[in-house]
């Protein structure tokens, strides 16, 4: 039973007094009112006599046995210090001071948490219970108070619960206070332990006392006038009656409480706290989950995505080869145009009048885009007018732009893998210094083929650098005196190697493999080294001292192609290791004291036109050559070829089988014949042992006619004038002297030349190409001129050499092949080259 105390409401006695009341109903002997009567008589009795004991008797007589709680005789306010603790009938205090006494008390009481009843009560009619309740809770807790004090006191009594809904105001009245005190306090109270025995054995709760003995008037009653025998029964179903209802009451408690718990989980910060931290953690839990999902999800569209992309991709891929094919096929398609334009073609240029000159009319009769016709003295043709056909005629108002537009599709072939050769040819003063460089005053509108040639290939190839990857670089040598020096050498060593150094060999294809090649990367990269040669040029040529004007200058630019999807060459997508292609500008004076000049060079250029286009000419091309024959004199312009020059031919070259003209035959569907053929010479082209055949390619230069007599230029300054240095024809001259003097001899126009370009020496042709080692570049290099030699042996004069003539009829009989290029190279000194892989720009010494 104790265990239950403080947790439950109810207490044991209660409920077994609830059974026995129940049980009792078959008691019907019972008098129930007198019972509780009786009981309420014994509560009052404990009451008194409790205040009795407690404040001891008031004026000088006890309480009745029986106590009357009313105001006349309770008498509860002390209003004396500490002996007078009652006073009787209110008599000596005033009705203020009595109820303002009852006031303190009832709120004293209130405050210790006590039943207390109203004032009323203490009146006739009041509740006397109530009084007797308060009495006996007051006692209840002074005992608790004696006991030490220990534990939480509580008032277990079966008593109405305190009201709070009444507050009494306690009034100021110390006196009353003091006597709660001292009813209340250790030492008032130890004077009463005595009579604390009496009751104690109704135990310590008042309500349980007064249980107790309720109890045991119930059990006295109901078992009085039961037989010993029915005893044990009745008391047995008495405790089983007992142990139900306490089941049941705790049941309906614990029920109860669950209910409180669950209001109380709701009602109390912490738990909705955790509650909402719980919720928080749910919510969490499903984001969590939801994130999940959703990753899930979108792993399989990012995959999806991915598979859609590679399908793309793949059909991107698919399209960027076929892309690649059609670029491939119009690369092919272009160069077969260019193909069909001729693999070799020729531009007329005539030169303008130039500033100063006398006004004379143009030899010129009529041109076209593509034909030009020649006023010739009769003397020369029938009719006094010669008309010639090219791929190309530009007038005298042409300008370098769109001469250069023509040119500039060779370029892009160049880059294709093509082998590419542009070189000028013409009289000296007709133009072709200022055709391929411009003229001395450079400007962006007046820059020739090759500044803007290398200017296209560095463009073209960054436009194509995401598919195609170019290596572009540089080599300049010199060829001269039958020696071969590297201009870019650097190690200062002046290294010259012999002409049979010349061969194309190597798989860059290099002619010299020996000199130096350096990387360039722009056109100012290419005119850095060219000056850098040229200087190196200078320097050679004042220790040499004996410089003619057969010094060649060959700039070569290489250029490596690599597809970068497939690694190759472009050169390998068409068409057996490249193919030639070559554009002879050929330059014309418009000076009617040309005309026969202008004749002899344009039908030259006009039999190398025909040359280009194959065996459906070579009829035709044997007449023209008969003709030519039939103008020359055979032979005389063999002769012009130095030994050095047949020497670099040779030993540079293949034969006209080269394998570059039969892939050039085979690009052009089998329509190109070999050089060879020209002239008749089909067998040469098909790998047969080459012939001499009377006419190729050789024998067309050999076989050109002589340059025909100038007489109108009177005067050292008037050839000076309208000729410039020309080299290259006194370069012809001198060697078709050397081959033939009596016809330099007999030719005053070449006399007048030779002695324009030489020194005071008239007599001794040598003189000629000896001394004149005035530096003429196709690159406007600001060098001094190297116009005289310091030691003076520039001035010195040389005999003709026998042994060059001797060599130049050796290699002639010897050779039973010839080298177009080689032929260019040395009879074109204004020479752009390019070879796929290669861009050979020549210059010479004037
Ligand atoms: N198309 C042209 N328009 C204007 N001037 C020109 C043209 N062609 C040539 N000239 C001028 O004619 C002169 C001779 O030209 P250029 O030096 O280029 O001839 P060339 O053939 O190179 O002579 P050479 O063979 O003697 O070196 C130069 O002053 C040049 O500027």
Redesign the pocket.
């Known amino acids: 039973m104790t265990t239950t105390e403080g947790i439950l409401p109810f207490s044991v006695a209660s409920v077994v007094e609830g059974v026995l009341q129940q049980h009792g109903k078959r008691l019907s002997d019972i008098d129930l009112a007198s019972r509780k009567a009786e009981e309420a008589s014994l509560r009052r009795y404990e009451a008194a006599r409790w205040l009795r004991k407690t404040v001891g008797v008031v004026g000088g007589k006890d309480l009745p046995a029986e106590l009357s709680l009313r105001k006349k005789n309770l008498g509860l306010v002390v209003e004396a210090p500490s002996d007078s603790v009652i006073v009787p009938d209110g008599a000596a205090l005033s009705a203020y001071q009595y109820f303002e006494n009852v006031r303190n008390f009832l709120v004293a009481v209130e405050e210790m948490g006590l039943p207390t009843f109203e004032a009323s009560d203490l009146e006739q009619g009041g509740k006397s219970s109530r009084i007797v309740n308060c009495v006996l809770a007051l006692k209840s807790y002074d005992d608790w108070k004696r006991g030490g004090g220990n534990g939480l006191w509580k008032f277990g009594g079966n008593l109405k619960p305190i009201t709070f809904g009444k507050y009494f105001v306690r009034k100021n009245s110390e006196p009353f206070v003091s006597s709660l005190r001292n009813l209340t306090s250790e030492k008032s109270l130890d004077s009463i332990s005595s009579e604390q025995s009496l009751c104690g054995d109704l135990g310590n709760d008042l309500n349980e006392m007064g249980n107790s003995h309720s109890l045991h008037m119930l059990v006295c009653e109901l078992l009085s006038d039961k037989k010993p025998e029915e005893i044990p029964f009745i008391v047995e179903n008495m405790i089983g009656k007992v142990m139900e209802e306490f089941e049941h009451r705790l049941a309906g408690q614990n029920e109860q409480m669950r209910t409180t718990l669950r209001d109380e989980d709701v009602s109390d910060p912490n738990k909705a706290l955790s509650k909402s931290s719980f919720g928080d953690i749910e919510e969490l839990k499903h984001t969590l989950h939801t994130a999940k999902a959703d990753l899930h999800f979108l792993q399989i569209k990012y995959q999806e995505e991915v598979n859609n992309l590679g399908v793309h991709l793949h059909g991107l891929a698919y399209a960027a080869s076929g892309y690649q094919r059609v670029l491939e096929e119009n690369r092919k398609l272009y160069n077969h145009v260019q193909d069909l334009k001729g693999s070799i073609r020729v531009y007329c240029?005539v030169?303008?009048f130039?500033p100063g000159q006398p006004n004379s009319v143009s030899t010129v009769g009529h041109l076209d885009e593509g034909s030009i016709s020649i006023i010739t003295p009769l003397k020369y043709v029938k009719d006094g007018r010669k008309s010639f056909t090219f791929n190309k005629v530009f007038g005298?108002s042409?300008t370098q732009e769109e001469v250069f537009s023509d040119t500039q599709p060779l370029i892009r072939s160049v880059l294709d893998g093509y082998n590419v050769c542009i070189f000028?040819y013409?009289?000296?003063?007709?133009?072709?210094?200022?055709?391929m460089t411009g003229?001395?005053e450079l400007t962006q509108k007046s820059v020739g083929v090759n500044y803007r040639a290398l200017s296209d290939l560095f463009l073209i190839s960054e436009q194509r650098k995401n598919t195609i990857s170019y290596e572009v670089s540089v080599q300049m040598i010199e060829i001269y005196n039958e020696q071969i020096r590297d201009l870019l050498a650097t190690d200062g060593l002046n290294k010259r190697y012999p002409l049979d150094q010349i061969r194309n060999s190597g798989q860059k294809g290099l002619n010299v493999p020996d000199a130096n090649l350096i990387p360039v990367y722009s056109t100012d990269d290419v005119i850095y080294l060219m000056n850098l040669g040229q200087k190196n040029r200078a320097v050679g040529a004042t220790a040499m001292n004996d410089r003619s004007s057969r010094s060649h200058s060959c700039l070569t630019v290489h250029v490596q192609g690599r597809e970068l999807t497939s690694g190759t060459n472009p050169s390998r997508l068409y068409a057996s290791g490249g193919q030639a292609k070559t554009l002879m500008f050929v330059?014309i004076s418009p000076e009617p004291d040309a005309a026969g000049e202008t004749i002899s060079t344009l039908k030259f250029a006009d039999r190398v036109s025909t040359v280009e286009l194959g065996a459906a000419r070579v009829n035709k091309d044997g007449a023209d050559v008969k003709e030519l024959k039939e103008q020359g004199e055979p032979g005389s312009l063999h002769s012009a070829l130095s030994s050095t020059e047949i020497q670099s031919m040779n030993s540079a070259g293949t034969s006209l089988s080269h394998p570059s003209w039969q892939s050039s035959g085979d690009v052009s569907g089998g329509r190109r014949q070999q050089m060879g053929d020209v002239g008749n010479v089909r067998g040469a082209t098909l790998c047969q042992p080459p012939k001499r055949q009377s006419i190729d390619i050789q024998d067309l230069l050999m076989n050109s006619p002589p340059w025909p007599p100038v007489g109108s230029l009177a005067s050292k300054e008037d050839v000076r004038e309208a000729?410039?240095?020309?080299?290259?024809?006194d370069k012809v001259m001198l060697n078709r002297q050397a081959g033939n003097r009596q016809d330099c001899q007999d030719n005053d126009v070449n006399r007048n030349r030779y002695e324009t370009a030489t020194t005071d020496d008239s007599d001794d042709l040598e003189a000629a190409t000896s001394d004149s080692s005035e530096t003429?570049l196709l690159w406007p290099i600001n060098l001094p001129k190297v116009n005289s030699i310091p030691n003076g042996l520039g001035s010195k004069t040389k005999k003709p050499n026998p042994k060059q003539t001797k060599e130049l009829r050796i290699q002639e009989s010897n050779s039973s092949t010839t080298n177009t290029e080689a032929l260019q190279r040395s009879h074109f000194t204004?020479c752009t080259r390019l070879e796929g892989s290669q861009f050979l720009l020549m210059g010479r010494e004037?």
């Open positions: 240029r030169r303008p130039l005298p042409a000028a013409g009289q000296t003063g007709t133009g072709k210094t200022h055709t003229p001395k330059h000729a410039g240095s020309g080299d290259w024809v003429d204004h004037k």
